[in-house]
Each structure stands twice: as structure tokens, then as C-alpha cells.
């Protein structure tokens, strides 16, 4: 299994960044993805996760109205679309990939850095 986190970088404050997550190894329009971040010095946090079908999405408070999550089931690819980036989104940010079976399992990418300055 391999998720690939693409796409981040170093912006200014107002600016945006599309990150991408593409997936291999595992049926991927049966699951549920999301991202996370982790900044220095805090634990991980969702920022997002989207239904396998794509039709439900979650955010966190935090990010609402800035940030679009998405997938393209025949891509087996996930989006992260970040806008009015802060400096405060300033994070690592992770991709995985949740399945439901007997016993609920988890997937992660190795993250890709997104540094926001102000």
C-alpha cells in the first residue's frame, strides 16, 4: 500500500496550495480518506475526511470555508483544495485512508510540508 502526499510548499499569507494524495495497493473507492496535520509542537489533528462515494465531507471548524476536500475514484487520487492559507495552517500534512472491515484498519502517506508566511 502507498499513499503519496504532492503539492506543498512555501506560501505567503492569502495565498493557496492544492495538495494531492494518490493511492496504491488498495481498492480505493471503498474507502474512507482524509487529511491531517501535525505542527511543530502539537499532536495531529483532522483537517478533513471524505466518504468513499465522495458524497459526504467533514472539516474541522478550523478550516471551514478555506479548504474543499475531494477524490476522483477513477484517478484513486484525493485532493486537499487550501485557500486563505495563514501561517497558523502551517503543518505537516498527511493523507489516509480508513477501512471498515471486522476490525477497522488505517493507511498513511509520509506527509508533505506546507509553510505559510505572514
Known amino acids: 500500500v502507498q499513499l503519496v502526499e504532492s503539492g506543498g510548499g512555501l506560501v505567503q499569507a492569502g495565498g493557496s496550495l492544492r495538495l494531492s494524495c494518490a493511492a496504491s495497493g488498495i481498492t480505493f473507492s471503498i474507502h474512507t480518506m482524509g487529511w491531517y496535520r501535525q505542527a511543530p509542537g502539537k499532536q495531529r489533528e483532522l483537517v478533513a475526511s471524505?466518504?468513499?462515494?465522495?458524497?459526504?465531507?467533514n472539516s474541522a471548524d478550523s478550516v471551514k470555508g478555506r479548504f474543499t476536500i475531494s477524490r476522483d475514484n477513477a484517478k484513486n487520487t484525493m485532493y486537499l483544495q487550501m485557500n486563505s492559507l495563514k501561517p497558523e495552517d502551517t503543518a505537516v500534512y498527511y493523507c489516509t485512508a480508513i477501512g471498515y472491515g471486522l476490525v477497522p484498519y488505517d493507511y498513511w502517506g509520509q506527509g508533505t510540508q506546507v509553510t505559510v508566511s505572514s
Open positions: 471524505i466518504a468513499p462515494d465522495g458524497t459526504q465531507t
